[in-house]
C-alpha cells in the first residue's frame, strides 16, 4: 500500500499461477533443496501462501491444479492425518479470491502452441509436458505476472506472452513481515 497525501492507495495484487508442485511442497513440507536458493523448498511456499492470505498475492488456478494437487498420493496422505491440511486446501480451492480458468479446447489449443513455439526451452532431460502448457495457457489467459514451478520441463527463466515463468521466490511486494523470515 502506498500512501498519497494523507489517503491509503491500495496496489495491485501480483497475479501468481502456483504449480502443483509449489502446493505440494507446502502439504509434504518437502525439505528438498530450493535450486536457488538452498533453504527447504516448503518455506518459500509458506511465504507464496501467507501472501495471498494478506492479499499482496492473488492466486490463478485451474481445473488441472486442483485435481493434481488433490489426487496426488502425498497430499491425499496428509489431508487423512490432518484436518488443518484439508481446511487449507478448502480455503485455496473455494476462496472467492482466487482467479479460475477453466479448462477448455481453446485452452488445449493454445497448450499445444505453446509446446510447439516453447517446448524445446526446457531444463534439463524433462520435457514440457500437455500437463505443464496447460499450465502455461492457464497463465496467459489470466494475464498473470508469474508462473512458479521447480519443474523443469517449463521453459524457465523465460518471459512468455507476459508470464514470467521461474521458480519459486518473492516476486510480490515486501512488507515487514517478509523482512522478518
Avoid at 496496489?11 to 502446493?23: F, G, N, R, S
Wanted: aromatic residues 8%.
Amino acid at each position: 500500500m502506498t500512501t498519497c497525501g494523507r489517503r491509503a492507495v491500495a496496489e495491485k495484487p501480483t497475479l501468481v499461477y502456483a504449480d502443483t508442485c509449489v502446493y505440494v511442497d507446502l502439504i509434504t513440507r518437502n525439505e528438498g533443496a530450493h535450486k536457488d536458493t538452498g533453504e527447504p523448498r516448503w518455506k518459500i511456499a509458506r511465504s507464496l501462501f501467507e501472501a495471498v492470505d494478506r492479499g499482496a498475492v492473488r492466486l490463478v488456478a485451474s481445473s488441472l491444479i486442483e485435481a493434481e494437487v488433490l489426487c496426488n498420493g502425498k497430499t491425499r496422505e496428509r489431508q487423512e492425518r490432518s484436518e488443518q491440511v484439508a481446511e487449507r486446501l478448502r480455503t485455496w480451492f473455494t476462496s472467492p479470491e482466487t482467479i479460475w480458468i477453466d479448462i477448455d479446447r481453446f485452452i488445449a489449443r493454445e497448450a499445444a502452441r505453446l509446446s510447439d513455439h516453447y517446448g524445446h526451452l526446457h531444463e534439463g532431460a524433462r520435457r514440457f509436458s500437455a500437463a505443464d502448457a496447460i499450465h502455461l495457457a492457464s497463465a496467459i489467459r489470466a494475464n498473470c505476472d508469474y508462473l512458479l514451478t521447480h519443474d523443469n520441463g517449463y521453459p524457465a527463466k523465460q518471459v512468455i506472452e507476459g508470464v514470467h515463468v521461474q521458480r519459486p521466490a518473492v516476486v510480490w511486494a515486501l512488507t515487514l513481515f517478509d523482512a522478518l523470515e
